[in-house]
């Protein structure tokens, strides 16, 4: 069973930082590409961040980019979001979530398509 | 960036009856759209990608179809758990993934 669970989320200061982490379980964690989203209070989904299964390509939003760094450790199944020059427009639940991911021979491609989400971490950004 | 615009942004239907929930795309995104269910305090749960192809575990009564800039998901014989909203998203031209505003399927 897929299995992603979030951590690390709380309250900062406008300016602070945070790291939000997501465990994986119940697949082969550095073959697929995984992303990260959030959902600002009573708004729609927005994509994060994104990062290919090998750690080796990264893509930000433009909100986010420069702030915030995706990064994963295979070998602990982890995917992570280093969230700096935090903002009060970055409170928000953050999801991580796995791609679908189409298998070409032994190499998973990107579909786009999230298949499995995280439960969620809130971020709240105040001060 | 491709605008993705979902409509209505509330239906209103009776359990039993059939929705239909329009996403429109700002310019053609072949079939690479998907569609998810979110329930209040809820993670988002992928039930269409590919435009029409449900995901592991999806009832049949969820149906996608479309292509190119048009795209409607049907719910038919709607039932209690239904009620919820959808979003669609697009994912032929990334990044950004983008997603439409969603459809608060209620009950009528």
């Known amino acids: 069973e897929v299995q992603l669970l979030e951590s690390g989320g709380g309250l900062a200061q406008p300016g602070g930082s945070l790291k939000l982490s997501c465990a994986a379980s119940g697949f082969t964690f550095g073959s697929y590409p995984m992303s990260w989203f959030r959902q600002a209070p009573g708004k729609g989904l927005e994509w994060v961040s994104f990062?290919?299964?090998?750690?080796?390509?990264?893509h930000y939003a433009d909100s986010v980019k420069g702030r915030f760094t995706i990064s994963r450790d295979n070998s602990k199944s982890t995917l992570y979001l280093q969230m700096n020059s935090l903002r009060a427009e970055d409170t928000a639940v953050y999801y991580c979530?796995?791609?679908?991911?189409?298998?070409?021979?032994?190499?998973?491609?990107?579909?786009?398509?999230?298949?499995?989400w995280g439960q969620g971490t809130q971020v709240t950004v105040s001060s | 960036e491709i605008v993705m615009t979902q409509s209505p942004a509330t239906l209103s239907v009776s359990p039993g009856e059939t929705a239909a929930l329009s996403c429109r795309a700002s310019q053609s995104v072949g079939s690479n759209l998907a569609w998810y269910q979110q329930k209040p305090g809820q993670t988002p749960r992928l039930l269409i990608y590919g435009a029409s192809t449900r995901a592991t575990g999806i009832a049949a009564r969820f149906s996608g179809s479309g292509s190119g800039k048009d795209f409607t998901l049907t719910i038919s014989s709607l039932q209690s758990e239904d009620f919820a909203v959808y979003y669609c998203q697009q994912y032929y031209n990334w990044p950004p993934w983008t997603f439409g505003q969603g459809t608060k399927v209620e009950i009528k």
């Open positions: 979530a796995k791609d679908v991911g189409e298998t070409w021979g032994n190499i998973v491609v990107v579909v786009g398509a999230m298949e499995f």
């Open positions: 990062i290919s299964g090998s750690g080796g390509t990264t």
